[in-house]
Nanobody, 127 residues
Framework: QLQLVESGGGLVQPGGSLRLSCAAS????????IGWFRQAPGKEREGVSC????????NSADSVKGRFTMSRDNAKNTVYLEMSSLKPEDTAVYYC????????????????????WGQGTQVTVSS
């Protein structure tokens, strides 16, 4: 089965940094476009960032540009979201997801194409 498991969330002060991990099993992660999404209490799910097949193309929301960066570790079949200069408004449950088809170099932060989802990891930014 295709499965994604997020980890690395926690409590951090504003201006701090955090790295989230998304570990894949049942498929080779590098062959899929991967997206990160987040949802704060009472708010709609928001696309954060994505990485295309083999990491050729990336996209991100304007709210996180220059602060969040995605990367892959193919040996560990894991994708990461490096977050810096964190703000209270970044507080949310963060989810990773895989595109419904492999071998897509272009990626989108619109959720419609993503069908394989992790369970989420909580990020809280508070002083």
């Amino acid at each position: 089965q295709l499965q994604l498991v997020e980890s690395g969330g926690g409590l951090v002060q504003p201006g701090g940094s955090l790295r989230l991990s998304c570990a894949a099993s049942g498929f080779t992660l590098d062959t899929y476009a991967i997206g990160w999404f987040r949802q704060a209490p009472g708010k709609e799910r928001e696309g954060v960032s994505c990485l295309g097949e083999r990491g050729v193309i990336t996209n991100s929301a304007d709210s996180v540009k220059g602060r969040f960066t995605m990367s892959r570790d193919n040996a560990k079949n894991t994708v990461y979201l490096e977050m810096s200069s964190l703000k209270p408004e970044d507080t949310a449950v963060y989810y990773c997801a895989a595109d419904r088809q492999p071998f897509r170099t272009f990626c989108t932060i619109s959720a419609g194409r993503y069908v394989f989802w992790g369970q989420g990891t909580q990020v809280t930014v508070s002083s």
